[in-house]
């Protein structure tokens, strides 16, 4: 597949976010600084508990025209992030609105791809496409890039651009051998920290925007190397276990698996324990360390 190809993701949603306090609202709700998010700019973000527990991860885009922010998150848990959000509101004039009805969110993965949509390889770079936006993931840039576009005519458009349909297994594997998490099926609620998951390397996070919710606990983890465990690819030799699957080490607790698909799984890992053999089930798991990988 030289162009690539795409893949709607049907398990996303999008969380329109406008209003003249939209932005400074968020700004002080998410890990990342809302204050980038452009005609040419998008982000990958969090929202944690006070704590600093992961909730929600989304992707934030600029609405074309300007008008708005929108959020692609987790299609099944929009309405919990919304909720969330709405309750630290008060008195400032945003107003979220769930606009998955009129929008659809793809992934274009796969060798060539970024070259076909003339987009450079540099996590976060927008540009208009098809009545909605096209983006660099700003996670990695080996995992192709991202669209929002209405939802009627979404395929013709990427159709158009020379990206032929490709099945979701084939983009979920290319993001679990890149070590990349999908929201709640890798990262679990309201008790992950979002470093064990791969949230500072992976752009996520910028420590210089100033406070978010949960950043005085994420920055004491950061700066005192309190991360014990990562989330790390794992080749599966044996019968793919289901996810949350135990994974021991020698007998004693070494972790446990997340998402997997076709022999490659993600699995949330003890670091102390990551040479001595690793089961989970009947399975064997072998760590692959992504290149991006800070351990």
């Known amino acids: 597949m030289s162009a690539g190809g795409y893949t709607i993701l049907e398990a996303r949603g999008l ?6 306090d939209a932005r400074s609202f968020l700004q002080g709700m998410v890990s990342n600084d ?3 998010v452009g005609p040419e700019c998008a982000v990958w973000s969090a929202f944690l508990t006070p704590q600093g527990k992961f909730l929600h991860e989304f992707f934030m885009t600029e609405e074309p025209g300007g008008e708005a922010l929108l959020l692609d998150c987790e299609a099944a848990r929009l309405d919990d992030l919304r909720s969330r959000l709405t309750r630290y509101k008060l008195r400032a004039n945003v107003e979220l609105t769930d606009v998955t009805a009129d929008r659809r969110v793809a992934a274009i993965f796969g060798a060539g791809a970024l070259e076909t949509l003339g987009l450079p390889a540099e996590p976060g770079v927008t540009t208009p496409f098809g009545g909605g936006v096209i983006y660099v993931d700003p996670r990695l840039a080996g995992l192709g890039a991202r669209t929002v576009l209405p939802r009627a005519g979404a395929e013709e458009a990427l159709e158009g651009a020379g990206i032929a349909a490709a099945g979701l297994a084939g983009y979920d594997k290319l993001r679990i051998e890149l070590g990349v998490p999908d929201g709640s099926r890798d990262l679990e609620i309201e008790r992950s920290p979002l470093l064990e998951n791969g949230f500072d390397e992976l752009h996520g996070i910028d420590w210089d925007k ?3 919710m949960g950043q005085e606990l994420t920055a004491r983890t950061k700066y005192r190397a309190l991360i014990k465990k990562r989330l790390l690819p794992v080749a599966i030799e044996g019968p793919a276990p289901e996810p949350g699957t135990q994974v021991t080490a020698e007998g004693k607790d070494a972790g446990v698996l997340r998402s997997s698909v076709d022999g ?6 003890r670091l102390d324990r990551l040479d001595a053999p690793l089961l ?5 798991l072998t760590p692959k360390k992504p290149d991006w990988l800070a351990i």
């Open 15 to 20: 969380l329109r976010a406008a209003g003249p």
């Open 34 to 36: 809302v204050t980038k």
């Open 210 to 212: 100033g406070c978010f």
């Open 280 to 284: 989970a089930g009947e399975a064997r």
């Open 264 to 269: 490659m799984g993600l699995a949330l890992l």
